[in-house]
């Protein structure tokens, strides 16, 4: 498979400079690039790289200037956005598994949507209804009363436990739950603990993506939500009856405690975590290893820190604290002075 220049423009709304019928039949980083390789940069950090690049064509931004006479350019607005949109038409893993395995448990009750592909040892429960074009790869399981949207995709080993719902357009990785028991355990007099019924259920948005080995645990009561949009990296957990708003962002490692009400566009770093039962304002972003424990009230902020701080506080902390071990040397030093002084007088 072949792309020409021209027809690449087209496709991102872009415009050629250099040779329209250059093309292309692989993608590659800019410096690792060979003359079959569609590359882009946006930052003008890297545009060194496009001295000496031997790429095919290179998509690049309004402000990267100048241009070596040797190269095909497309300029666009979002180059970085361009070459995503190519990488999905084009070049992104398009999974070849049709059907229905012999070896896929398929209870009577269940409905199934059209084309759907039910992969070896996967299981799907009472009652389960399954929309259109949706993939079920190999041991994974779905079980009673659960909804799963059209086009939505569960790869290998993933659990959907009962009643839990997810929207269109998914993708779960393989090794991610959804709907187990969320913690709940009550102490007793004797310093025992009894067991407390997590009822509810997980509602997960249409355009979500969760990453492998991820746990979504249901609510006691009511719905663990997840909102439209939400991509989820690897190993997050998302505690019982947690509500995330639409288009949030969590990095690896995300743990969100019961009953946090999350808000939309917000973005976690990695190995980040919020308490129970607070409340995280719309456009929040929390650094790595942050750590929110009370509710962020205001759009917008950025934080980071462990309780969380807003970031320059955070940043002027970290200065002070690697100056301790001088400061105390001051003040031993001065100490010492005093001392010498005093013994003199």
Known sequence: MKLTAAKIAEI??????G??????????KIEDASSESL???????????????????????????????HLTVIRCSHPYVAFC???????????????????????????????CHIGPNAYIGNNVTIGDNCKILANSAIYEESVLGDNTFLHPNVTVYYQSVIGNNCLIHAGTVIGSDGFGQAPMPDGTYIKIP??????????????????????????????????????????????????TVLAGGVFIAGSTKIGANCVFAGQA?????????????LG???????DVKVPGGVYTGSPHLPFKDEMKSRVMWRNLPKLEQRVRELEQKLKTENKSN
């Open 12 to 17: 991102v709304n872009g415009t050629v400079e």
């Open 19 to 28: 040779n329209s019928e250059a093309t292309i039949s692989t993608i590659a």
């Open 39 to 69: 590359c882009f940069l946006s930052n003008q950090k890297y545009k060194h790289f496009l001295q000496n690049t031997s790429a095919g064509i290179v998509l690049v931004g309004e402000n990267i200037n100048p241009i070596p006479d």
């Open 85 to 115: 949109t190519i990488l999905i038409q084009y070049f992104d893993y398009k999974d070849p598994n049709k059907g229905i395995h012999p070896t896929a448990v398929i209870e009577p009750t269940a409905t199934l949507g059209k084309d």
């Open 198 to 247: 997590q009822i509810g259920n997980v509602v997960i948005g249409n355009n979500v993506e969760i990453g492998s080995n991820t746990s979504i645990d249901r609510a006691n009561m009511g719905s663990t939500i997840v909102g439209n949009g939400c991509k989820i990296d690897n190993l997050v957990q998302i505690a019982h009856g947690v509500e995330i708003g639409e288009n």
């Open 273 to 285: 975590g919020v308490v129970g039962h607070v409340t995280v304002a719309d456009k929040t972003t």
């Open 288 to 294: 790595g290893q942050g750590g929110i424990n009370k």
